[in-house]
């Protein structure tokens, strides 16, 4: 029943996502943008998490607030590009609620530390792309003060987390002023970097579902093989050498570094903060030693340890990609 209910809201979700981004309309994007609110909940209510109430309706009252704030500005027609007022500065401030941006982001891990899995991820991807595309296209000078506080809060907001599902939130933040960044330049390397991004996380939250793993306490107790690909895909995210990360943030890097210098010299910065949290996660894991299950089947082992190999890979694929666009 799940299944069936999934195919037929999912379908619906997709087309919430694609209205808001080809409509010319403000009613049009705001009417795709309460569409794909209502889908989500949908989404988030058939998850077996118990706590699926109580973080979707915490996500509808945000999103609900954004949304009436929105709706007042269209109806009073407040919609002036070349004037930065306080009152104008109202719907990219709305839009950056929804999609959970520095500094509205108070309420991010409240609600993403109690979604499902699946949630989660769409929490991650699709949910921060039409809001982040239709603020940075109707207010690009705005964005660029977002991108500062996303950077920093992003890569500070993690030092002190023990939770799995709280370093892939503030991981998100500084994504997103990454996401930021890559607009500046083109929408073509948004794109690159927006995909790379949601196949990071995608393979991240499919190995935190699989082996259930939410508190940072809990890799203590893994195989290294997995404490391996886990850290591999922190490290991705936050763009260290050779993983795949590494590329995308190279890319922008490349694109950028003459025309904002001080941008890309803060998202350096904050990479490095997040670097440095990570390795010293990692460096305290990976020298503890695991008695392994030795009742596990040989063809749960085999399938493991392919899962494994195969993630191992994709995140060390960035090496390749770094020298085929060099030659």
């Given at each position: ?7 037929f809201?999912?379908p ?30 949908f ?9 699926s109430?109580e ?11 954004g ?6 500005c ?16 109202l719907?990219?401030?709305?839009l950056?609620l ?7 982001h ?31 296209y109707s207010w690009s000078?705005f964005?660029?003060l ?7 809060v ?9 939770s ?16 930021i ?5 083109s ?14 996380n ?14 940072i306490?809990q890799?203590k107790?893994?195989i290294?093989?997995?404490?391996i690909?886990?850290?591999s ?5 936050s ?13 922008i ?6 025309n ?6 803060l998202?350096?910065?904050s ?17 503890l ?8 089947s040989?063809?749960s082992?085999?399938?493991n ?17 770094f ?5």
């Open positions: 029943m799940k299944n069936f209910n999934l195919l809201i999912f619906l979700f997709m087309i919430s996502m694609i209205l808001p981004l080809s409509s010319s309309s403000w009613f049009l994007i705001w009417l795709g943008l309460e569409l794909n609110l209502i889908l989500f909940i989404i988030c209510m058939m998850g077996k998490n118990v706590f109430s973080s979707s309706m915490k996500y509808f009252l945000v999103q609900a607030s949304s009436m704030v929105l709706l007042l269209f109806s009073v027609n407040c919609l002036f590009y070349d004037e930065m007022t306080q009152i104008t500065l719907p990219p401030l709305a950056a929804k999609s959970g941006m520095a500094p509205l108070g309420w991010v891990p409240e609600v993403a530390s109690k979604f499902n899995y699946f949630s989660l991820l769409l929490f991650f991807t699709l949910q921060k792309l039409n809001p982040l595309i239709i603020c940075f000078e964005m660029f977002l991108l500062f506080f996303n950077l920093l992003g890569a500070i907001g993690g030092i002190s987390q023990s799995i599902f709280m370093l892939l939130v503030y991981s998100s933040i500084n994504n997103m002023g990454w996401m960044l890559s607009l500046a330049d929408f073509s390397l948004f794109l690159v970097y927006y995909f790379i991004y949601c196949l990071l995608s393979i991240f939250i499919f190995f935190c579902e699989k082996y259930n793993l939410k508190w306490a890799l107790m893994q290294l093989s997995k404490k690909v886990i850290f895909n922190f490290l991705s995210l763009g260290l050498p050779p993983f795949l990360g590494f590329f995308t943030k190279w890319l890097i490349y694109a950028l570094s003459m904002f210098m001080f941008f890309v010299g998202a350096i910065f990479s490095v903060i997040t670097l440095f949290f990570y390795v010293k996660m990692m460096i305290t894991n990976l020298t030693y695991v008695f392994t299950n030795k009742w596990l040989n063809q082992q085999l399938l340890s392919m899962l494994i190999s195969l993630s191992f890979l994709f995140n060390c694929s960035g090496i390749f990609m020298n085929l666009f060099l030659n």
